[in-house]
């Protein structure tokens, strides 16, 4: 295995883990952000405040597209293994 293919295979992992990461960590950003600007406007400076919230919607959003998730990166897994046998040439 060439040091072009093992590159490759590192791309396929980093776009592969920013798909499965992205829409949550896109999400609370976005909650956090919200909360932010409520507690500039407000000048409520609790610090629950802003963690409560990022986790309701971070556990949501894993419930809802955890499945997706978990068969994209099952989905890569198996492309991996299955080039094992390819990589001794």
Do not use: C, H
């Not at 040091?3 to 960590?25: C, E, H, I, K, T």
Request: net charge positive; aromatic share 10%; hydrophobic share 60%.
């Amino acid at each position: 295995m060439g040091p072009d293919r093992a590159l490759g295979f590192l791309n396929q992992m980093l776009w592969s883990s920013l798909w499965v990461a992205g829409p949550v960590l896109v999400a609370i950003l976005l909650v956090g952000l919200v909360i932010s600007v409520f507690q500039v406007t407000t000048q409520i400076q609790e610090m629950t405040l802003s963690y409560v919230p990022k986790m309701i919607v971070a556990g949501f959003l894993l419930i809802a597209i955890g499945p997706w998730m978990m068969g994209r990166v099952t989905q890569f897994a198996t492309t991996l293994y299955l080039l094992i046998p390819t990589l001794a040439r």
